[in-house]
């Protein structure tokens, strides 16, 4: 399409987030919501909805940070907004559509960063023909700094995803269960930093995937979390992420969302 051409072309953003795929990731998000807009909808609502009854009960309304702040479908930005006095938002790209949005609003910012910190590091090794796999680094302890609320949102379960193609692609020699566990940590990673925040955190993952024939019936089932052991959460929803039907498809694709509000108080 010349509108996905045009924005792959006119995107603003950092060399490696273009050559990892970020950008095309981000520009086919776009296309997936356009296709399944409706039965993303309650999924989009129920975020917002938990996101900002977390917010309105955190005191220190000094400043909240959106990771994995995407499209800004999910973001209530505009009560965030009202509620807070500083909105930083995260993420490894943003597209043109949501930079216009953010700039109707004077205190709300984005910010490009990678919270795995492993994306930059994978680029520069294959440029100097380091074949290691990076570490994920925790998100940096002051990214709370004056903060009252710290937002992960839909990000859990797709931290490793780019990465893990990469791997793929530019690092085949390297054993399947080696980069599995490289994968799972960095889903731990990125959960034990939101647990050691000194302020309220609001996370929202997708847990589990479920595909189902036609006849609804479950074929498969798997963690989207590298089996991460996470508490009950405080609330919890089905995402039909890709309906049957659409496209052709006989079978369809769910996901189990959960929702936990983290106070610091509470720890993991």
């Known amino acids: 399409m010349l509108l996905d051409l045009f924005t792959h072309l ?6 490696y987030v273009r050559r990892l ?18 039965a993303w909808q309650p999924h989009l609502d129920n975020t917002r909805r938990f996101v900002l009854a977390v917010a309105e009960k955190v005191q220190n309304r000094n400043k909240v ?30 597209l043109p559509e949501a930079r216009r949005q ?60 780019i990465p893990r193609t990469f791997a793929a692609k530019h690092r ?11 994968c799972k940590k960095i889903v731990e990673s990125h959960y034990l930093s939101l647990a050691s925040m000194s302020c309220d955190v609001c996370l929202v993952a997708d847990q589990e995937f479920i595909k189902r024939g036609h006849d609804g019936s479950i074929i498969s089932r798997a963690s989207t979390v590298y089996d991460l052991i996470l508490p009950l959460p405080d609330a919890s929803w089905t995402w039909n992420i890709a309906p049957a039907g659409i496209d052709g498809r006989s079978s369809s694709k769910e996901l189990n969302v959960g929702a936990w509000h983290m106070r610091p108080e509470s720890g993991i």
């Open 21 to 38: 795929g970020y950008l095309d990731e981000a520009i086919a998000l776009r296309g997936r919501y356009g296709i399944n807009k409706t």
């Open 102 to 161: 953010i700039k109707g609003y004077d205190n709300v910012l984005f910010i490009e960063y990678d919270v795995t910190h492993i994306a930059e590091r994978l680029h520069t090794n294959r440029q100097q023909g380091i074949h290691e796999l990076p570490n994920a680094s925790p998100v940096p302890s002051d990214i709370d700094k004056n903060a009252g609320l710290i937002i992960s949102l839909n990000i859990l379960s797709q931290l490793w995803v």
């Open 172 to 182: 085949p020699g390297f054993p399947h269960d080696q980069v599995e566990d490289w």
């Open 65 to 94: 940070v959106v990771l994995g702040s995407g499209l800004l479908l999910d973001v209530p930005l505009a009560k965030l907004s009202a509620l807070f006095q500083e909105v930083v938002l995260m993420d490894v790209v943003c």
């Open 10 to 15: 006119t995107t603003s953003c950092s060399p």
